[in-house]
Structures are given as structure tokens and as C-alpha cells.
């Protein structure tokens, strides 16, 4: 027998171990183990036995979660937005991070959480490396004078200087890509645009990107010139 809609909002709104704030605060799968310090400041100290994996040295955890909490997470994401329940976390975030198998955005989005201390994958270290390039490029362009601007589209062979994306069908950089900004708010330059490539750009890209890391540092207080653009976008094979 079906139960009630009204007892069902009963239940979403009564405390509980099975809250929404409850699962993604343990899904790291680890416990605190409470100490003291000789100055009697309040310390907590991971307990990494819980950790799921570890990868790097030293260890780091990596946060995982089985099939089980997956599940339980997505029906309790489409409770609070069926039931318009306003709590702390974001359920179309939540159901969007674990479908997509973006398990790393739960740390960029709640910092506030002291999960693990772990390495974002490579492939997201890449992809934030590739639009930070990019950005940086388009708007040094964008600041360039008419002059430099004609030199650059000689020089680098191009009409303009401009984000191409990533190829969906063989680079998840794309998916990636769109989670960072579409999810967690970066690159808001690039929001709205089409990022498929529809053919593969990464190789390109990383050869761009080995000329532009050691430019890079010198990026805080100013921007690419024209000469450094041409040498980036040049390292691109056309």
C-alpha cells in the first residue's frame, strides 16, 4: 500500500541518520578520532583506515563510494527536490556529480567539509591546466591592440583566437570541461559555448600548454603579448 504524501514529507523532514548532509559528510569513509595538544587547543585527527584507496606518497585518500551509496545519495537528492526541502546541499549538484562520476567536484564545491586531503584525477589537473591557458589567451587578445591583433592572425595563421573545445565522442576532457563550468561556476567566459570539437584537440593542446607553463608565473600582474600568443598558438599544428 502506497504511503501517504504527507507522511512522506514527515519522514524527508524529521532528522535522521539517512539526511542528505549525513552521506556526503561520511562519503569519504573516514572517522575522527578526537585529541589533545600539549597547549590544550582542540585537534581532530584523521582516521585513514576507513579510507576506501589510497594513491601518492604519502598515501592520500581518493573518495569513492560503492553502488549502494550511490543510490541511496540519488534517491535522497530526488526527495529534497521533489519535496522543494532547502537544506545545504544542492540535489541537482549531488545527482549531476555521482551520475556524471565527478566524485572530486563534492570537494570543490563543499569546502567546508574536511574530507581526505587527495589529488584531483589527471585528467581534471589537465583540463583546468588547458582553460586556464585558453582564458588567459583570449583575454590577452582581447586587450591587444589592432595593430597586434592583425599580427597575431598573420603570424599564428588565424582568424581569431578562440576556444575549439574537445572532441565528446574520445577526450572526456569535454565532460570535464563542461562540469567545471556548467556545475562549479569556473570559466565563466567560456559558459554557453558549444565545446565540442567534434575531432581530437588534446595532443595540440598539451603541446600549447608546454609553451605556455613557463610563461605562465609571469602572468600575475600582466598579460600575454603578442609575440608569446603566436608562440602558444603555434605550437598547435594547424
Known amino acids: 500500500m502506497a504511503r501517504p504524501a504527507a507522511s512522506i514529507r514527515s519522514m524527508a523532514a524529521r532528522p535522521s541518520s539517512l539526511s542528505l548532509s549525513h552521506l556526503v559528510t561520511r562519503s569519504n569513509g573516514r ?26 606518497d604519502p598515501p592520500r585518500c581518493v573518495m569513492k563510494l560503492s553502488d549502494g551509496e550511490k543510490l541511496i545519495l540519488m534517491v535522497l537528492a530526488d526527495m529534497y527536490k521533489h519535496l522543494e526541502i532547502k537544506g545545504e546541499f544542492d540535489p ?56 597586434d591583433n592583425q599580427k597575431v592572425e598573420k603570424e599564428a595563421n588565424r582568424t581569431s583566437v578562440r576556444l575549439f573545445g574537445f572532441d565528446a565522442n574520445k577526450e572526456n576532457h569535454y565532460f570535464i570541461a563542461r562540469y567545471l563550468i556548467e556545475q562549479l561556476d569556473r570559466y565563466p567566459s567560456f559558459r554557453g559555448r558549444d565545446l565540442n570539437s567534434s575531432s581530437p584537440r588534446i595532443d595540440g593542446y598539451r603541446r600549447m600548454y608546454r609553451v ?12 600575454l603579448n603578442a609575440d608569446e600568443i603566436v608562440k602558444v598558438l603555434n605550437a598547435e599544428p594547424q
Open 92 to 147: 541537482d549538484f549531488i545527482s549531476t556529480t555521482i551520475s556524471g562520476g565527478h566524485l572530486w567536484g563534492l570537494r570543490w564545491k563543499y569546502t567546508h567539509i574536511p574530507f581526505e586531503k587527495s589529488e584531483n584525477p589527471p585528467e581534471v589537473s589537465e583540463t583546468v591546466d588547458i582553460l586556464d591557458m585558453w582564458s588567459s589567451l583570449e583575454e590577452s587578445y582581447g586587450k591587444l591592440s589592432p595593430a
Open 31 to 56: 572517522s575522527f578520532r578526537h585529541t589533545h595538544t600539549h597547549t590544550h587547543t582542540h585537534t581532530h585527527t584523521p582516521v585513514s583506515d576507513g579510507c576506501k584507496e589510497q594513491t601518492g
Open 212 to 223: 605556455f607553463e613557463p610563461i605562465r608565473p609571469a602572468l600575475v600582474d600582466r598579460s
